[in-house]
């Protein structure tokens, strides 16, 4: 999911990535301060500007990374909307074996 905005007054976008990155998670995995977004990882924690994606690996592991590494890394595989009617790119990575 790419963070394409802080959370100006009315935007839930910061608080949607979070709560995504957290659902069924038995401790708290994803925050914001309002400003950027962080994530905890197996190597710390990992921080997320404006314009970075939020990434949830095949083995359920959540990391940020850069446009141009997502960008080099990733294919769109499918355009779909979510059941709150959130746009979701479905992408595979262009190095896994298919």
């Known amino acids: 999911m790419q963070f394409t905005t802080n959370n100006e007054v009315g935007s839930p976008a910061m608080d949607k ?11 708290c995995i994803a925050w914001h301060n309002g400003t950027d977004i962080y994530v905890k990882t197996q190597d710390g924690q990992s921080r997320a500007i404006v314009g970075d994606w939020i990434v949830k690996s095949s083995s359920g592991v959540f ?36």
């Open 17 to 27: 990535i979070v709560n995504w990155a957290n659902q069924g998670k038995g401790e």
């Open 63 to 98: 990391y940020s990374c850069t446009p141009d590494v997502f960008n080099k890394t990733y294919e769109l595989a499918d355009n779909k909307e979510d059941k709150n009617g959130y746009k979701q790119e479905i992408r595979t990575s262009m190095f896994e074996e298919r």
